[in-house]
């Protein structure tokens, strides 16, 4: 049997070419920084529920998709290489090869690494990078990517639109009073790596386009955290709105800002929506 170990954020075009050789994967539901550097805890790129789902698909095809997502924790954080090889054996009686990425760290204070691995008598396939603008493939840039509204460069390393879902809410109706009804999405992920803008954006139900912010221009009805509002192109919103909405962002329109009034930022709106009705 041959195991994928990794975190995985994103499941971005590196980490799926360390997967589609794999018959299973391990990795940790939450990001180990929140255990080993809690002042400096990266955004994640994707849902824990997405992210295993993800895994799972991007296994080699054919095999039984077996993905364990542990808890990193303090214990954790503590165990030796030789106790996490021990751990692998135990929990994969059958394991034959890890495959990994060049920079595979493991045991306290990540010292185990692949060639430890091996003299534990355990083979190990590295995997090398996929570079893209003459760089490797990281969630860091693609983080970084997304930080800078770059969702294009971000698709690029995924391998796939960046995707945001969540839970749909009712808002407060001004959208619909503008003639612009939306849809409103609070991502299930406790932070997004976005940057505040309009978007042009996929959807299940059709294009749209969306504002990812805080309404400023609402001055004391805005929005206290972020907030996903989508407008479908073309078409009303639906009376009965999903649960739940998956968004496919496909290109940066503008930055995020306060307008000075109600009917300049309608102005504004109606130019959105002719550009991506335009693409």
């Known amino acids: 049997m041959k195991l994928a170990v990794g975190f995985f954020d994103g499941v ?3 980490h799926r070419r360390i997967l ?6 391990l990795t940790f539901r939450n990001h180990p920084s929140t255990v080993l550097s809690p002042g400096s805890v ?3 790129i994707m849902s824990l529920s997405e992210r295993l789902e993800t895994i799972a698909s991007a296994l080699r095809p054919g095999s039984d998709p077996k993905v ?4 990193f924790t303090e214990e ?11 751990f692998l054996r135990r929990e994969y009686p059958d394991l034959e090869v890890i495959r990994c990425g060049p920079n595979w760290r493991f045991g306290a204070k990540g010292v185990g690494n692949a060639e430890f691995a091996r003299r534990c008598g355990l083979a190990v396939e590295e995997v090398p990078f996929v570079m893209h603008n003459g760089e490797a493939v990281s969630s860091t840039r693609i983080r970084k990517a997304l930080g800078e ?31 612009f009804p939306t849809f409103n999405v609070r991502p299930y992920q406790g932070s997004v790596p976005l940057r505040r803008g309009v978007y042009a954006v996929k959807t299940e139900l059709g294009p749209g386009v969306a504002n990812w912010g805080q309404a ?9 955290e972020c907030v996903l509002e989508v407008h479908l192109l073309g078409k009303d919103c639906p009376f009965d709105p999903p649960k739940v909405l998956a968004v496919e962002f496909l290109r940066f329109i503008r930055p995020e800002r306060r307008f000075s009034s109600i009917a300049e930022l309608t102005r504004q709106i109606e130019m959105d929506v002719r550009g991506c009705l335009e693409d």
């Open 20 to 25: 589609g050789g794999a018959d299973a994967a």
């Open 68 to 71: 364990l997502a542990l808890d």
């Open 42 to 44: 990266p955004p994640l």
């Open 12 to 14: 971005h075009l590196g």
């Open 76 to 86: 954790t954080k503590g165990l030796t290489p030789q106790d996490f090889i021990g």
């Open 149 to 179: 509204g770059d969702v294009a460069d971000a698709a690029a390393m995924l391998g796939r639109p960046w995707r945001l879902s969540g839970e749909v809410f009712a808002g407060k109706g001004v959208g619909k009073k503008i003639g």
């Open 216 to 224: 400023p221009t609402m001055g004391d009805e805005a929005w206290k």
